[in-house]
Each structure stands twice: as structure tokens, then as C-alpha cells.
């Protein structure tokens, strides 16, 4: 038992500094975000409200979750005190996905760069994106992807004025 204990230990010790060189290579750490890049891409040519905002938030979780009732009560009286903002309804998420749908709308897209976003608190990572759209070549449209404390990576923001011109 004793030798099979202390053959056992070098591979313990091996395997964390795989995992730790991985890790700090920032290969598989880029994966997550343009994962969740194609996929809202996907989602909005397909206009999957739903499946858009799930993919769509802050740190804090995915705009689809709104809150229940009863945490929308306390926000909403929190927000009557100047204590933060009101609950966003279904509606108006599905409303915000609808616009974003609209101008995202492409024939082709190629993720062209990701780099890791500086200064941030929470992990976030700056996708660029050319884009096909309305036969128009849109390049390096910014998408920011933040990763929230349950390790899921969410588009935090578009920059649609690439796309737009306003």
C-alpha cells in the first residue's frame, strides 16, 4: 500500500502543472469565449430571442433571468430609493434581442481576434468578428464577453455602431 501511495504522489504533482501550464497558455481560455460568439451569431440569424439571451448579460447572469417575483419586489422597491435599478421584464428582454437580431443579421462571419481585456475585475475577453452583412464587409466588430461567478462566458457587449455608422 505504501509504495503504491508514493508512486502515486509524482503523478499528482504532474498533473497539476499540466493542468496550471494550460491554464496560463491562454489556449483553452480563449475557446469559451468565441464558443459563446458563434453561438449568439447562430442565434440571431436563426432570431432565437431566447437563445440570445441566455448567451447575453453581465457578470452577475444571462439576461433572460429576470428574476422570480419575489426578488423582482425587492429590486423594484430598491430601485424606488435610488438603491439600484428596476426588474427588466421577458418583454423587454425579448424586445432588446429582436434590435440586436436586426443589425446582427449576416450572410458570413470569421472570428479574426481575442484578447484578453485589461483592468477588468472579472475575466473578459474582446472578440473581433468580420461580418457579411446585406453584402457589406463589416470588419473587427468588438464583442465583449465576460466570464460570471458560475464560469459561464456572456456577450457584455456589441459594438453595433461598426455596423450601424452611428
Given at each position: ?8 504522489i509524482p ?16 489556449e ?6 468565441r464558443l ?31 428574476g ?14 435610488g ?13 432588446r ?11 458570413d ?6 484578447e ?7 475575466p473578459t ?23 460570471t ?6 456577450i ?11
Open positions: 500500500m505504501k509504495r503504491l501511495l508514493i508512486a502515486a503523478l499528482l504533482f504532474s498533473a497539476g502543472c499540466t493542468t496550471t501550464q494550460v491554464i496560463s497558455s491562454g483553452m481560455a480563449t475557446v469559451a469565449p459563446s460568439v458563434e453561438r449568439f451569431l447562430q442565434a440571431s440569424n436563426g432570431r432565437d430571442l431566447h437563445g440570445m439571451a441566455s448567451l447575453f448579460g453581465t457578470v452577475d447572469g444571462a439576461a433572460i433571468d429576470t422570480g417575483a419575489f426578488g423582482c419586489m425587492f429590486k423594484r422597491i430598491g430601485s424606488w430609493i438603491l439600484g435599478d428596476r426588474c427588466t421584464t421577458l418583454q423587454e428582454v425579448e424586445l434581442m429582436d434590435a440586436i437580431a436586426e443589425i446582427l443579421q449576416h450572410e462571419y470569421t472570428i479574426v481576434t481575442d484578453r481585456v485589461p483592468g477588468r475585475v472579472e475577453t474582446r472578440v473581433g468578428v468580420n461580418m457579411r452583412i446585406r453584402g457589406r464587409d463589416i470588419s473587427d466588430v468588438p464583442f465583449l464577453v465576460v466570464q461567478s458560475k464560469g459561464r462566458w456572456l457584455e457587449e456589441i459594438g453595433l455602431e461598426r455596423i450601424t455608422g452611428v
